[in-house]
């Protein structure tokens, strides 16, 4: 991970790029009020992205799961009360 300032990153911004590509490196560049950035390359941002959708899938999958558990429950619970 690499730390600079805006300034210097700025100067150089051009060979920030490559290292955060060639050398898959992330990049913070400090700001002043703590306001920060942090750049990384495209495929580590659609790499990241993947997981993201990947886990929203699972938890969708999981919530019609618990749903379906629980409309199977009130049904047998209504033949059973009928």
Do not use: H, P, W
């Amino acid at each position: 991970m690499l730390f600079d300032n805006y300034t210097n990153v700025k100067d150089n911004l051009n060979s920030y790029c490559d290292k955060v590509i060639n050398e898959n490196e992330v990049l913070i560049i400090t700001r002043k009020e703590g306001k920060n950035v942090a750049i990384i390359s495209l495929g580590e941002y659609n790499n990241l992205k993947e997981i993201e959708y990947k886990y929203r899938y699972l938890m969708i999958l999981d919530q019609s799961k618990k749903d379906m558990e629980y409309i199977k429950r009130y049904e047998e619970a209504k033949v059973f009360n009928d």
